[in-house]
């Protein structure tokens, strides 16, 4: 990331917000000289409990501290209740980012807890769509409409993971593509891509392989859809097996499928 960040190639980078400290910031995070998004995957938005304030206080300093255009999140719960974090006792932590039941309560929930965090937090919010490998019996929204409606309601941004939507079109047997372009594009503040593995008729998001080509076909879809307008920042994730000799053919990966497809525009 440092190679990259000097040879001005590195546009931003994340940072998840649960693996460091406000007062003990590493110093190849903060000499990059690009911006670092905050990102949280513990808070648990869709969860049926308010926020931690906790945990919204941490992402609030981190985010001064670095200097964050935004912080981003998931639309996701991830515990049966919370609890400051240094307890746990009965409540049952999931371990994952789990998908909410898509029905008009959930979005309400939703949009409260959103809302919340909004006012907690000195930068705008996005939020992220999971991969998601099983819906729930009683949704009655489609995973682009309830995040419509939550960006309507709330004026939140959007994180928008292509692999994930692949991974959860996969599992629902829906179109990826066809859901990607109702997705509410104008609301989109970046975009992660990652890879993965194709195991037992599912996709499953791992961080840890290389993009596979129905997710870089779907990134060239999404670029496609931006065609005229400015593409939002397109970042790697990778959670590992970092080296310079595994990361650097997938970036090169990535930005040979995002030129492809401009030059298509």
């Not at 965090?117 to 705008?124: D, F, G, I, N």
Request: aromatic fraction near 4%; hydrophobic fraction near 45%; glycine fraction near 6%.
């Amino acid at each position: 990331m440092t190679s990259y960040a000097s040879a001005g190639r590195l546009g931003f980078t994340e940072v998840v917000a649960e693996n460091v400290s406000v007062d003990r910031l590493p110093a190849a995070l903060t000499s990059l000289g690009v911006p670092v998004v905050v990102h949280g995957v513990e808070l648990g938005l869709a969860g049926a409990a308010e926020p931690s304030a906790e945990r919204l206080a941490h992402l609030a300093a981190l985010a001064e501290a670095l200097g964050s255009p935004v912080v981003s999140e998931h639309a996701a719960f991830v515990r049966a209740a919370d609890s400051p974090s240094e307890l746990h006792g009965d409540v049952l932590e999931a371990g994952h980012l789990l998908p909410p039941p898509r029905t008009r309560e959930s979005l309400d929930v939703l949009c409260e807890n959103v809302r919340i965090a909004q006012s907690s937090l000195p930068v705008p919010l996005a939020v992220e769509n999971i991969a998601a490998l099983f819906a729930w019996p009683e949704d009655t929204y489609t995973e682009p409409d309830f995040l419509t409606e939550l960006v309507d309601r709330t004026g939140v941004r959007i994180v928008l993971d292509v692999a994930n939507l692949h991974a959860s079109a996969t599992a629902r047997g829906t179109d990826p593509a066809a859901d990607l372009r109702r997705f509410p594009l104008d609301a989109v503040a970046y975009v992660h891509v990652a890879g993965g593995i194709e195991r037992d008729g599912l996709y499953l998001d791992t961080h840890a392989h290389p993009m596979p080509p129905p997710v870089l076909s779907l990134l060239e879809t999404l670029v496609d859809a931006y065609a005229g307008r400015d593409l939002p920042g397109v970042m790697l994730e990778r959670d590992s097996d970092i080296s310079p000799e595994t990361v650097a053919p997938e970036f090169e990966t990535l930005t040979r499928a995002v030129s492809r497809a401009e030059s298509r525009s």
